[in-house]
C-alpha cells in the first residue's frame, strides 16, 4: 500500500513552483498526494523564510502539525523551503517533532527522503543551492487554466533589506530552450496563460548573454499554440528597456502589465536600501510606459520605515504615491531581517511607526484604486472565467488587468453557462470597493 504524502505549501509563487517539482517527484515514485494532511503518513511543511511574518506563519504551521503528530493523526514532520535553508540545524533543535530537515539544494531527493524518514531514520540535508531543481516535471497546484513560469532561480542585487541572496543565492537563468519546453508542455495541460516570475525577470539572460534576454523570451513564448495571455511579474526599475516596452506594446499575447517593485521612492533611502532610481527618474519612467501602452496597468511594492527614513523621506514617498496613481499597489512595513546590512544601520524606526506610514500609504491608494475602477465603468474587457458563485448567481473573474493571487475580480452575469478557465467579454457595470461588476457581452 503506497503512503499519503501531504503538503502545505508557503509564501511566494516560486516557493509554489519548488512544491509542485517536488510533488511530481514524490508521485513518480508511488508516493500518494492527498490533499489533506489528516491520515497522510507525512506532511511535508514548505516554509518561507523571507520576512518576519512569514516565519512566524511558517512556525506556526510546523507547531499545528507537531500537535497533529501527537494525537496520532499524521505521521512524520518534513520542513522544506527558505525556512528551512535559512535556519537548517537549528530547527530541529528549536522544534524536536520535526522528522527532516531539507535545504533547497536538496529538494531533487525528496522521494528518497520521505522513504528515509517514514522507516524511522531522522534526516538533515542540505545540497548546493545550484542543485534545486528548475527543469522539471511539475504538479500544477494552480487551476488548469493559468501556471507560473519560473525563469531563473536566485538574485544578485543584494538590497540591503533582503535575505534572498543569501538564502538561494545568486541569480541564474535558465537556458530558454529549458524554459519553451516547459511552457509547451503547459499549454498542452490546457494552461491558457502564463505568468512568468523571477527574482527579478528583467535581469533574465544578463549571466547568459551579457545582457537582458526577456525581450527575446516573450517573443517566443507568444508564438506557443493555445496559451492566450503572458503575464511578467517583478521587473525592476533600471532593466525596463525600450525594447522590452516594445514588445509588451506590440505583442497581443502579452497583457499590458508591468509589476515594478519599488519599494521607495526617495534618493537617500533607495541609496541606504542599494536600490537604484530617485523621485524623478522612476516617475520618468511611469510616464513613458504610460506614453507608450496607455491602456497599461503598473503594480508596485513599497517599503514603510526603512531604516533612518525620516518624516520628510516619508513625504516624498507619499507625494510618489499620488503623483504616480499607481493601479495596483502592495506596501510592506520593514522587517530587520538578521544577516541582512540594512538590520545593522543606524535609525531603526519603532514599529508603530512603520505601521501607522504603511496605513498611510494604503488610505492613498484606496482613493486611487477607487478612481482607476471607476474609470473602467462602462469599458469592455477580456475575462478570464474563474468559478460561480451560487448564493449570488453570478460568475466571478479576473480581467487581463489583474494577477492571480494578488489582484482583485470582476463579478459578472451571464445569460448562457460558462465553465472554469473560459475567456470572455465583460462590459463593466459597477464597482465594489476593490473589484469590478459587469455583465458578458
Known sequence: MSKKIGMISLGCNKNQIDAEIMLAKLAEQGFEITDEVDGADAVIVNTCGFIEDAKKEAIENILDMAELKKEGVIGKIIVTGCLAERYREEILSELPEVDAVVGLGSNKDIA????????GVPVVSFGEKTCLPLDSERMLTTPNYYAYLKIAEGCSNHCTYCAIPKIRGEFRSRQPESILKEAMELAKQGVKELVVIAQDTSRYGEDLYGKSALPALLTSLSKIEGIEWIRVLYCY????????????????????????????????VLKRMNRKGDYDSLLSLIRKIRSEIPEVVLRTTLITGFPG????????????????????????????EEGTPAALLDGQLDSEIKQSRLEAVMEQQYRIAQ??????????LKTVVEGYDAYTDTYYGRTWRDAPEIDGQINFTCGYELNEGDFVDVEVMGINEYDLIGEVV
Open 309 to 336: 527614513e525620516t518624516e520628510e523621506n516619508f513625504e516624498t514617498l507619499s507625494r510618489f504615491v499620488n503623483e504616480a496613481k499607481f493601479d495596483r499597489l502592495g506596501c510592506f512595513a520593514y522587517s530587520a
Open 371 to 380: 478612481q482607476k475602477n471607476e474609470e473602467q465603468v462602462g469599458k469592455i
Open 237 to 268: 526599475p533600471e532593466r525596463i528597456s525600450d525594447e522590452l516596452i516594445s514588445v509588451v506594446k506590440n505583442n497581443d499575447k502579452i497583457v499590458k502589465y508591468f509589476d515594478i517593485p519599488l519599494q521607495h521612492a526617495d534618493a537617500q
Open 112 to 119: 528518497e527522503i520521505c522513504g528515509r524518514v517514514l522507516a
